[in-house]
């Protein structure tokens, strides 16, 4: 069984900057991908970015809103991904989830459907 576990998150002016992680543990496929999707309040989960090892679909992807300003890096060793996120606005805030797939991807990568296994999510909040 895979599990996700994220660290990281809390409360941050505009402007300002975050990265969170996620840890991966149990079988994982040598093409997988991994990466993050939030959900503000009263929205949908949306794909925010991820990235994919060698032959399994490549990447970075990122959401256009969050293009030039956010950074998805992966760690192969250690089956991790981490999110670095700067220039932070208020309409970021939201839980961000760690979000995980065996095998190559197939389809949209925004699309939570394409992913098989996710975290427990991790709080972001920006204050104006």
């Known amino acids: 069984q895979r599990r996700l576990v994220e660290s990281g998150g809390g409360s941050v002016q505009a402007g300002g900057s975050l990265s969170i992680s996620c840890a991966a543990s149990?079988?994982?496929?040598?093409?997988?991908?991994m990466g993050w999707f939030r959900q503000g309040p009263g929205k949908e989960r949306e794909g925010v970015a991820v990235?994919?090892?060698?032959?399994?679909?490549?990447?970075?992807f990122y959401a256009d809103s969050v293009k030039g300003r956010f950074t998805i890096s992966r760690d192969n060793a250690k089956i991790s991904v981490r999110l670095q996120m700067n220039s932070l606005k208020p309409e970021d805030t939201a839980m961000y989830y760690c979000?995980?797939?065996?095998?190559?991807?197939?389809?949209?990568?925004?699309?939570?459907?394409?992913?098989?296994?996710w975290g427990q999510g991790t709080q972001v909040t920006v204050s104006s």
């Open positions: 979000a995980a797939r065996n095998g190559p991807l197939v389809g949209n990568w925004y699309e939570t459907s394409r992913f098989d296994y």
């Open positions: 149990g079988y994982v496929y040598s093409r997988n991908c």
């Open positions: 990235i994919c090892t060698g032959g399994g679909g490549g990447g970075p």
